[in-house]
């Protein structure tokens, strides 16, 4: 069964840090691309970033480049989202998201906020 359980989200403050984890399972996670989206409110699920199977390749959206970066360990079946310079438009749930089976995780909130 395929699971994707999402992490490390909370409040901070404009100009923080945080990093995202997503723990996955049921599925061989080294073979497959991951992505990250989230959801604010009000707002349709947007991607944010994706990694290939190797993580050799990464893709943005233009709101996040140069702020944020998605990784992944192969070895722990963890992808995470490093997320700097945060801004409170980025307050959101941030969801786990594999492509080969349309699976999602329950997602983590982000507060940016003072």
């Known amino acids: 069964q395929v699971q994707l359980v999402e992490s490390g989200g909370g409040l901070v403050q404009p100009g923080g840090s945080l990093r995202l984890s997503c723990a996955a399972s049921g599925f061989i996670f080294s073979r497959n691309a991951m992505s990250w989206y989230r959801q604010a409110p009000g707002k349709e699920r947007e991607l944010v970033a994706s990694i290939t199977p190797n993580g050799g390749i990464t893709n943005y959206a233009d709101s996040v480049k140069g702020r944020f970066s998605i990784f992944r360990d192969n070895a722990k079946n963890t992808v995470y989202l490093r997320m700097n310079s945060l801004k409170s438009e980025d307050t959101a749930v941030y969801y786990c998201?594999?492509?080969?089976?349309?699976?999602w995780g329950q997602g983590t909130q982000v507060t940016v906020s003072s």
């Open positions: 998201y594999v492509v080969a089976f349309g699976r």
